[in-house]
């Protein structure tokens, strides 16, 4: 069995300018003068860096840069920096200097607003026998904020010169390229106006942006340059939630390749204002030989003056190994918890089903007091692995790790859920 489900995870792989357009001036970066932190009725988030790779027909990566983040914070003047003086982004072809985020909370003269910001100094390309591409001042901005009028989002981003030295030719200046219409130096790179979205509604407001999107030609690796994220939701009072939870989430090839977390629910700030959310997919083929079917996650926060409480629900229907060999039916992991003012937090893993366990017909049992069953030569099967915090808990209902005779391990995690709920600033 091993065999077939082995060589279908080894194919596996992971999936893995001038101004622009601009958006309303108040979109610019936040006003830099001191805040003084207070706790407010909104939660904000937000996060930026200035640069990340991914790798195409030549596999290149790097880590982003000048990441930062404000997760899941009721506080208004919060400020957070990072900097980076260089990064080289592809070894010998590609670096950016001077990389800057900056993430901001405030709330003064009626308006509650976070906001994200990320500038990259310079870009520079080089290819062997080209010649040089210099990209300057590239920059971010996404506002997320709320006023007498409500929600609202704003995006920005600018770009600076693009310049190019043939090898052995005088400079040339591009155009700054504009949405839809990237700009390409023949045989090194492709240059675009990097995405950007925007979205609010009663409870919240959220807005994303990336500066640049460059595509080296001869590698097909991509550049993302200078993202922002930044979004502020309504309705905390007592606790700040923070969570998911999945059906099923894989790790194959001991970590090289990874299948994601499907279906993925994500727990607002503020949880759902007592509203059930459910998300379902009927079918997820993994890999040859590795088939998962009816997957759920669902996930409800609610919160009123004095107590916080919330689940997370991830759930798979059937999960099945070389056609059946192995077949795992009805898996679910749940964790609840809840924080009542002046009596502290509560959480448990009510809900929580290991399901039933068959191999080659036979159904498969946890000796008493074991947590662990071992079919030899297939898999090493877990069940309840359970991780507290101070904060909340994560389950995973059943964890299975495939055999293939060496130290390398697949994992497949079945049911999954974690929620915490973080006191409020009051």
Known sequence: ?????ISAIAALTLAAAGAMTVAPADAGPADRAAAK???????????????????????????????HVIGCS???????????AEEQLVPGAARAEEITTRLTTRQRGGVTSTTSTSDVARVVLNESGLGRLQINAISSVSKAFHDKGGFGALTETTVGRISFVPTGQDPQNFPVPTPGQPVEIPGLARIAIGDMSKGKNADMARAQADGLTIRLLPSNTQVRIAHTDARIEKGVTTGLMSGSSMGARSSLLG???????TPLSVMPCAGTDGEE???SIAHVPLAEGIDLRNLTSRQLGVQTKRKARGFEFGRVGVAEFDQADLLIRNVT?????????GKGLKRNINGTEVGKIMFQGQEQSFDPGEDTIEIPGVAVITKNIVERSRQGIHVIALQVKL???TDVESVVNLGEANLRIKRAAR
């Open 1 to 5: 069995m091993q065999k077939t489900i």
């Open 37 to 67: 932190k207070k706790a407010t009725q909104f939660a904000f988030q937000g996060s930026g860096f200035g640069t990340r790779v991914a790798g195409g027909q030549v596999p290149a990566g790097s880590d982003t840069t000048a990441w």
């Open 74 to 84: 009721n506080k208004a003047g919060l400020t957070r920096r990072n900097f980076v």
């Open 255 to 261: 970590g090289v390749a990874q299948v994601g977390r």
């Open 277 to 279: 959310r459910i998300k």
């Open 333 to 341: 992991g749940q964790v609840n918890v809840s924080r009542v003012i």
């Open 403 to 405: 055999l293939d005779g």
